[in-house]
């Protein structure tokens, strides 16, 4: 079968860093994905991961070890804006992808 | 920008209507793809097509169908709706390269069936 497994929940306070954890067992594996999510608003893009190791971009950065089937997505600078919910997604055979359940990310003052 | 536009925000149906969910993207996109989002489930695949008049099967099918006549427009059809359908159906669209493959989404529609 497919899988991947997030925390359900994450709490930070503003200026902190957290770390969103996620494994997967797919069938197919082309890289991880990481989207957010505002209550109410559309999924969005924050970064791809196809290859080992770190990308950043900006106050964000995800990382893959495709050898140990994880990867995680950092926030740094924690601001109130950033409290929505994360799904990590694996793009399984180049075209889909295949979502985790999504943590929700709670960041107060 | 890309945008991805879907015919309503909000729908209410009764059991057994035939639903159609129509989703509309602006950017010559080859891939598009419909998502059913419920509370602590995340998106789940329903259909998705990667070129006009194809189509392909994703983790939930049953109890859907999908049409893709033309390249911007992707439609969802519950044939005869139940209320275990309600729910935030998200549409979403990406360009035909293997690997990367950003998705765009739309707002969404929220359904409800009674």
């Known amino acids: 079968g497919q899988s991947l497994e997030q925390p359900s929940e994450v709490t930070a306070v503003e200026g902190a860093i957290v770390q969103i954890n996620c494994t997967y067992q797919?069938?197919?594996?082309?890289?991880l994905s990481w989207y957010q999510q505002h209550d109410g608003g559309a999924p969005t893009f924050l970064s791809y991961n196809a290859l080992d190791g770190l990308e950043e971009t900006g106050r964000f950065s995800s990382f893959l070890s495709r050898s140990d089937s994880y990867g995680y997505l950092l926030l740094q600078e924690l601001q109130m804006k950033d409290s929505a919910s994360y799904f990590c997604?694996?793009?399984?055979?180049?075209?889909?992808?295949?979502f985790g359940k999504g943590t929700t990310l709670s960041v107060s003052s | 920008d890309v945008k991805v536009t879907q015919s309503s925000r909000y729908l209410v149906k009764r059991t057994g209507e035939k639903v159609f969910l129509e989703c509309v993207q602006d950017m010559d996109h080859e891939n598009m793809f419909w998502y059913r989002q419920d509370p602590g489930l995340g998106l789940r695949l329903i259909y998705f097509s990667y070129d006009v008049k194809m189509k392909e099967k994703g983790d939930i099918p049953e109890g859907y169908s999908v049409s893709r006549e033309k390249k911007e427009r992707f439609s969802l059809i519950l044939e005869s709706a139940s209320t275990n359908q309600t729910s935030m159906y998200l549409c979403?669209?990406?360009?035909?390269?293997?690997?990367?493959?950003?998705?765009?989404f739309g707002p969404g529609t929220r359904l409800t069936v009674l």
């Open positions: 979403a669209s990406s360009v035909g390269l293997a690997g990367h493959n950003e998705q765009f």
């Open positions: 797919t069938s197919g594996f082309y890289g």
């Open positions: 997604a694996v793009n399984q055979a180049g075209t889909a992808l295949i």
